[in-house]
């Protein structure tokens, strides 16, 4: 964009801002802005694209229906910014939108460009719903703006810590986590639902995001004789941690979080995969109480589903129905809505607890069996 | 002379002006958070200016100087967030950050002194990661620094009651949060530059000098080699914390992953592209590699909307960019782009045996 | 008692990979005087050269020693091409230039490489053909696995063989005179050039030859993996005393050895107060003590200072 395009947009700005209200658009509607943040470029770049084009589903579908509020028709816009994944980025984007105006936020993808961000949201008063944050952190900063339509790593490790012990049996747990954000979270989460199930935590080691040599903190692990090792991290240290466990001839499950649920762990792993069980947030796309349709709609329109475009695809929607509900698009009066949210979305029902966490959210659990991740069973946590 | 005096204050008014209207102006053409991406370039001025008090003036060469940045922002975010409840005013929390940094900084320096240039590089690099490593554990068997997780809510700049995070008007004027960060920013730097400049013509200065082109030569001429170099360190490592303690408080939320080694790479680039040990080259390069990033973000963003997909990612160009920019700053132009002109001397290639 | 063995066993295997990857380093410090930071990242292109070359042949008709064969003379093939044309472009332009410039040059070579592998490979790890032999004996209680012996015989006839070239042969001579002085080497009718080019191929070969070993004992290769493997056999070259060829290979071996009793006693040691996840700072922690206490490492003859 060149600076000469850009002069009258702020001259709009104030004049938005003193109406209070979205400006018409050539077709006599009103427009609402949606801002969409997440990694477009870089190395989550098909995951913030993803993210994208859930929502910009979302409002094409919305648009194409028509949209009234408070008894005026409406047009939604998606404003969709790169945050490239990184804080400092995350918060200058996180401005950009504050300042185009928009009147809620879907993003971020990442748990580290999402926080600094809310930051920026909940001075601006705008609503935020991140469809893919899980770092609890995020919706216990206190902020009224910040929301998510996915479990966050305490309610997915609470399951997996209920999960290992209640029904793998195992009574001898080892931990290991990568020493990031996520990892770390998952295993403390993990920890402590174990314990308290009644499991003893025999070892607990840890390792890095770089890290490929795991059979020195594997060996000592060996000798507290686990039943079961859990993984909080990614799948490329998750795939040859499973290697080296069958290398040293340590015979435990390997569980582990949605880090690890993916077909590159698979690869990496090689036939060590097998047996292995990962948890992911949400439902699987085929088993989701819309999912079928959704995937056919997105697919015709982007190609295939990456991982979380129907969380992005339901954040649209839940902001939608909160301006309904107060019969507004200013953040300052539909706010107020969206705690008291009870929607039926593509991933499931919707409503938030009073963190702006999912009261109720379904945590799935996979296996590898013949090379492929084979959903097992589906949880429900509660937070 | 006299003509000279007065066209260099035209010039120093013209400058302070420009300074001064930068971010009005970027705010109504460009938009808000391009005054954000202001402050943050401030923000890399004095991180470079610092490293090139260690690298540029003393020739020492350190590959961990984001550790200070570190320290100053921890420092910053442990007394002023409810990690541990403590709320403390600016003025003591920020020299108390720039000080711990100093104290870091003669730290790593004192055992290292005696160690040539290039094994100085690979220890301060690991002295770089270790104490990222203790930042991101910290956390266990007692909670200081919130490990991986990093520390939220740290309060927003403060003078008193007075919150940079908060607008103000001042004389008719809205200022919103990221002026007022903008001209606070510039004020340090604009004392950063007066002590870097003053520092270089001192006699320490001219120690540094002295030790960078031979230092066998500097210590013979009675220059004290071992306590020169440890202030250049403690001086380099204090503009570092100063800087980490605004950016915690400019950003609210740090975690150690914003403190690794490719940050210490990147100001390190900043300086040697700019012109190593000149003030001006030092603030050219942090002020185009801040800018750099952005600007490819748009070439992304163009190619989104014209092309309907990223073709060349900038974010994978980004460092390749940098990399081939410093091989090639060092073959064809090694002083710089805007050489001091002592360095221009030292760094024609004959100018060893 | 099987743990502490295959402690050491896990330590060995990894420290005889530093030591190959250290000698590199310490091959062409002794002669330039010049820390080749591109060094580790010379190591990631061989894993990935090898990976790339022996998952396009694996499933088709060549039997397996044949494909692993190919797969390590390409990638030894790329690594001396990419170190000897490193070695024209960027290092030899600068040899007389002030110390920082060589080392900001490597620097920058060093992240062209990472960024060209990604863009030639991506960003995604690579998986290692599974066509190795998965095999393990027991030894004094503890596993050892086929591979980690062929990794362990390997890099100590690898060592024996260059310990031999450098000290008996003229080439071997030759190096140590250039090593003393480029300038005096030549009035012996010594090519001074033509030595440090033989020096970085042997070096990237020796690096190909450890990143072949790297990718197929942890099944993957990755552009990132050369950083901090570099970082560590260039801390086992300073502790073994850099320049100094049986010093790398202690040096090696020894900080293998530290890394695995470190990670795997440090917990039970302390009572858990530091865990694990202190397991990076041993080398770094190493490799400063060293420098303080003896510059010039554990093998190393006190280096004269010519800042």
Redesign the interface.
Known sequence: MTAAMRWPVPLLLCALALSGCGQPASNGKTVIKIGSASPLTGPQAHLGKDNENGAQLAVDEINAAGLTIGGKPCQLQLLAEDDQADPKTATTVAQQLADDGVAGVVGHLNSGATIPAAKVYSDAGIPQISPSSTATAYTRLGFRTAFRVMSNDAQQGGVLGQYAVQTLGARRIAIIDDRTAYGQGLADEFARAAGAAGAQIVAREYTTDHATDFLAILTSIKAQDPQLVFFGGMDPQAGPLARQMRQIGLNAQLLGGDGMQTEQFIRLAGNAATGAIASTPGLPLATMPGGRQFESRFTARFGPVQNYAPYAYDAVYVLVDAMKRAGSADPARYLAQLPSTDYQGVTGRIRFDAHGDLSSGNITLYKVEGGHWVPLQTLHSHS | MRRRQRSAWIAGTLLAIGLACLPLLLQIGLGRSWVRIADLALLYTLLALGLNIVVGYAGLLDLGYIAFYAVGAYVYALLDSPQFGLHWPLWAVLPLGAASAALFGVLLGAPTLRLRGDYLAIVTLGFGEIIRIFLNNLNAPVNITNGPQGISLIDPLHFGTISLAAPHRLAGLTLSPPLQYYYLFLACVLVVVFIALRLQDSRIGRAWAAIREDELAAAASGIPVRNVKLLAFAMGATFGGLAGGLFAGFQGFISPESFNLMESVMVLCMIVLGGMGHVPGVILGAVLLTVLPEALRMLGDWQLNHLGRVVADPDDLRMLLFGLALIAMMLFRPAGMLPSPRHRREWRKDARP | MD?LV??LI??LV?GSVYALIALGYTMVYGIL???NFAHGEITMIGAMIAVATIGALSGGALPIPVILFTGLVAAMAGCMALGYVIERI?YR??R??????????A??????L???A??IWG???I?FP?VLPQG?HTLLGA?I?DLQVAILVTALVLMLVLDLLVHRTRLGRAMRATAQSIPLAGLMGINGNRIISITFLIGSALAAISGFM?SAY???A?Y??GF?LG?KA??AA?LGGIGNIRGAMLGGLLLGII???????I??LTH??I???????F???V??TV??LR?SGLLGAPAT?R?
């Open positions: 743990i295959q402690q896990n330590g990894l005087e010049l820390i960027a332009p600068l007389h230039a002030p110390r920082l410039a060589p080392l900001i040059t620097i920058g070579v060093s992240i062209v990472q960024n060209i990604m863009l960003r995604q790890y998986a599974p393990w596993r696995t790297v942890y099944g993957l990755h990132y993996m901090l970082l260039f801390s300073v890394e695995s009793l470190g990670a795997g006693y917990g039970t858990g107060v865990g694990s996840n202190y397991q990076d700072v080398a770094f922690f490799l400063i420098l303080i510059p200072d800042a």
